[in-house]
């Protein structure tokens, strides 16, 4: 009825009102990078200078602001400006064709290049950005155990507990969630431990440009999606990075799928980079939209021909590494991956059930230029996140792609200097299919344990083999074999509780342990070892 209504009413506006769609105007150049050279902080934030310098990054011209006055000459000729990109350098605007060459004649503008893709009969599909059936130097750490509850299953799939046990949980990590809105996040006792630890760090709503992030009637989705990383409540469930810092920002608008939310995300990601974010994971994605000559094609989905899709890139290129759902779309005629998570830059993540299986609703890859998409997957079927005061079971790529971030976040805690590409590609060379793919699950489930330890015995000062346990499985005494001193021994149960501990031994009585995965803490002189056992 709402549509029916809408229809209507919009029948009785003027031809010239019809013709008209969003476009974007380039401008030339940017006249005062000269000022913003000469004083970084004026836009970025230390933060972010330090994540350019850390990775090698140097300043260019899209991290200069806009040139002012260009917008107010645009905002002269009688349009109305609400949304810009400096990294795209220009504005958006809706604008008829006489008035496109009158944009285009000006002496300050580039380029003028229309949002309508003209392709009207791409069927409608479900965006990422729901999901399926939801229900009821020195690296700062603290060595961190937690009793995981009903999230247990989703955090061992991707093999992430060894990194919380080595006391990598996101500290220091900054990670923008960039989705619909975050009611009771700023009052639900499942993200109490945010607030008290100081984790939230700020939010903006790029919709309705004001700072109700957290208004009740906005839709849950940014929520839930957050609390996959960062919810906690006590004995019951915890995030894939508890510790980790977050700016919450709001690009979509549930309600609507209009095209002006691929300039929201581009914006929000612009402020992320500007705080300094080292991550961005978003569940939404973009296929069609509510006026049909907005649609893109699966010939588009090659990650350059969407304005999101190049944006994404561009936060990629700036140090952050930026996360995407595939989509939802497994199952129907449109069974793509979406946009932004075609562009080749971007880590997409599609979703496996419990049994590391292929979600039927994943979306399928590759992108249309033929690059293998998703990079990787995590659990997407019958997930445990939280929401307000409690866990819920939702299912999606769009919970699949926060689990997986927490995973990064962990990462880029233990390896902040590592080279964003070579962590990507480690990511995927680390996943259970490598080098074998398929077009739903990419390279396999993600195995973040495996990525630590691959990474650390590459380390010149660490020799492959300087340690083993036997036997495994084993049923009376575990024994380590090693030329090394060894310190000390710490045992955890699969909920990350410490069962027991002791000093200078390398044989273990595990008699009396109740049959199950357990994992093994091996700290010598100069290195701390993490290994898996089973008891018998």
């Known amino acids: 009825m709402k549509r029916t209504l809408l229809l209507c009413m919009l029948a009785g506006y003027s031809v010239s009102f019809a013709q008209s769609s969003l476009v974007f105007v380039f401008f030339k150049d940017k006249p005062n990078k000269a000022a913003f050279y000469a004083n970084p902080l004026s836009e970025l934030t230390q933060k972010s200078l330090n994540r350019r310098t850390a990775l090698g990054i140097s300043l260019n011209d899209q991290d200069a602001p806009i040139e002012p006055s260009y917008i107010q000459n645009i905002q ?27 944009l285009q004649a000006q002496p300050y503008v580039q380029s003028v290049e229309n949002f309508a893709r003209n392709a009207p009969g791409v069927p409608k599909s479900a965006h990422a950005g729901k999901w399926e059936s939801p229900s009821d130097g020195p690296v700062s750490k603290n060595l961190t155990t937690f009793d995981y509850g009903s999230g247990s299953a989703q955090i061992d799939q991707i093999n992430l507990r060894q990194l919380h046990l080595a006391g990598y949980t996101g500290t220091g990590v ?54 996959a990383i ?32 691929e300039l929201y995300w581009i914006e929000a990601a612009e402020e992320a980079d500007r705080k300094g974010a080292d991550l961005i994971t978003t569940s939404l994605g973009y296929s069609t939209f509510d ?3 907005y649609n893109y094609t699966y010939a588009q989905m090659n990650g350059t021909t969407s304005f999101i899709a190049r944006g994404a890139g561009i936060a990629v290129d700036k ?21 932004p998570a075609d562009n080749t830059k971007v880590f997409t993540i599609g979703s496996v059930d419990s049994s590391g299986a292929s979600s039927g609703f994943s979306s399928y890859g590759p992108n249309s230029a033929g690059a293998i998409k998703p990079d990787a997957s995590a659990r997407g079927s019958a997930s445990t996140t939280v929401n307000n005061n409690s866990t819920v079971t939702v299912s999606g790529t769009s919970i699949a792609t926060p689990i997986a971030a927490g995973g990064v976040a962990c990462l880029l805690q233990a390896f902040s200097t590592m080279n964003r590409d070579m962590m990507r590609n480690r990511l995927r060379e680390t996943a259970s299919l490598y080098p074998a793919y398929t077009d739903q699950m990419g390279f396999g489930i993600l195995n973040f344990g495996n990525f630590y330890n691959t990474t650390l015995n590459t380390s010149e000062t660490v020799k492959k083999n300087e340690l083993a346990i036997f036997p495994n499985p084993v049923k009376n005494i575990l024994n380590i074999a090693t030329e090394k001193q060894v310190v000390s021994l710490e045992i955890y149960d699969h909920l990350g509780r410490l069962i027991t501990g002791m000093k200078d031994r ?24 993490y290994e898996k056992f089973i008891k018998e």
Do not use: C, M
């Open 76 to 102: 002269s000729l009688g349009f109305t400006v609400t949304d810009y990109s400096k990294w795209l350098n220009g504005v958006a605007v809706n604008a008829t064709p006489a008035q496109v060459a009158a």
């Open 291 to 293: 006026d049909p000559k």
């Open 230 to 261: 960062g919810g906690y409540i006590q004995d019951t469930f915890v995030g894939a990075a508890p510790d980790a810092d977050f700016y919450l920002y709001r690009s979509e608008n549930a309600a609507v799928e209009i095209p002006e939310e």
């Open 174 to 227: 900054t990670v923008a969630v960039i989705d619909s809105g975050f009611p009771y996040v700023n009052t639900g006792s499942a993200f109490s431990r945010l607030w008290t630890s100081g984790h939230i760090k700020g939010g903006y709503d790029f919709v309705t440009k004001g700072t109700d992030i957290y208004n009740t009637s906005l839709n849950n989705h940014g929520a839930v999606v957050l609390g």
């Open 319 to 339: 140090g952050i590494f930026v996360l995407f759902a595939a989509g939802n779309s497994g199952q129907q005629p449109w069974h793509y991956i979406l946009t």
């Open 506 to 529: 390398k044989s273990i009585p595990v008699d009396d342990f109740a049959k199950g995965v357990y994992y093994l803490k091996i700290l010598t002189k100069d290195k701390v070892y």
